[in-house]
């Protein structure tokens, strides 16, 4: 199958004389958003293409990876009045039109090569291949979307931070996408901590609705270039997430990741008997930010009782200490002393909307699980075991 392809890239475009002229802007945010699916390396090196279809003044350009793939459709001018298809090199072609002029771009094709000219007198030329092997998108035929406000989405791509980078458990490095009651929820983990965002997404037939895990860097990174749209329709099939952004014309398929997902639920239920500290979130966390300055084991920093109720945290190394009582912040008698991953903990302060002003620590003992809440925001949980 891979020699096979390697010898169709070789043979001549069918696209002869297919032209259109484009503002750069436009293109540009085109193949930004592209540019986030295509593989940097792949066995099939036809998908190191984009894919370019002219149909009439329309212009659908394609990108697709072994896991993901994107179409967007963009409104052109066919100078050349007639359709055709094409693949565009994606490296040196984004690369080239993000350091031309703004303005008008204008593409076509002659003899196998697409030549670009910009400015007054400008030109450049790409060789191009033919698109007749090239993959064809899943089917969106039957499928029923949900509209998800971006804000939600957002949220839900926050638990990136909180999956798994070990490759050997590739179910981990996913968001798992699930329906708490009617709502739509986000989940992560690696094992160590637990990102749990619950939306006031409410799921059409909920007993129909099909969960799934989605890698988690791809999602997030796919959810950052839809940064001017409101909302966006979502769904989920057997085997792909589908996001369609009406604003920009794109719909994103996300192939989901195998496997079953850790039933992490009962984890999330915070228990009735806790130690409850509440901090100021900005301050705790310019706290920890200063002691990631030392080069302590795990990142390891302590949480105390102060004499005057207040949070002192202490972080240490081989070389220096520090010590800060937390303004503000107020904590039970009761809690003994308790050791965190500081980083993992700016972690969690992150997940929270703008305007948090406190974070809730529900501690349940010092090796056991505590429980991250934020004031007025019922929607996320965050779960983290001590440091030993």
Known sequence: MAKAVEERVTTAVKAEGVSFTVDHEAIMNVLTTCSKVVPRSSVVPILKCIKFDLNKDVLFVTAMSDSQS??????????????????????EGIELVKRLPSGSLSFSVNEASVRISYGNNGSASLKVLDPDEY???????????????????????????????????????????????????????????????VSDVK?????????????????????????????????????????????????YFGRLVEGSYPDIAKLCEMPEQSCLARIPLGRLDETLNRMLSLESENHRVYFLHGDNGELVVKSESHTGEIVESIEGSVVDKSMGMIR????????????????????????????TPSYITYDGDPSVLNVVLPVR
């Open 135 to 197: 993959p064809q998108l899943p089917s969106v035929a039957g499928v029923k979307f949900v509209p998800v406000p971006m804000d939600a989405l957002r949220k839900g791509a926050a638990a990136q931070r909180f999956a798994s980078t070990d490759s050997s458990t590739a179910i981990l490095c996913g968001i798992n996408i699930r329906k708490v009651e009617d709502k739509l929820g986000f989940t992560a983990t690696n094992r160590h901590r637990i990102y749990d965002f």
């Open 340 to 367: 965190f991953n500081a980083r993992y903990l700016r972690d969690a302060l992150s997940a929270s909307d703008r305007d948090v002003n406190d974070v809730l620590f529900n501690i349940t003992g010092q090796s």
């Open 70 to 91: 994107v179409i967007v459709k963009l409104q052109v001018e066919n100078t050349g009045n007639q359709d055709g298809s094409y693949l565009f090199p994606s490296r």
């Open 203 to 251: 799921i059409p037939n909920p007993d129909e609705f099909r969960g799934g895990v989605i890698d988690a860097i791809n999602f997030k990174s796919i959810v950052d270039t839809f940064r001017t749209s409101e909302r966006i329709d979502f769904a989920v099939t057997d085997h792909h997430l589908i996001l369609r952004d009406r604003s920009s014309n794109s719909v």
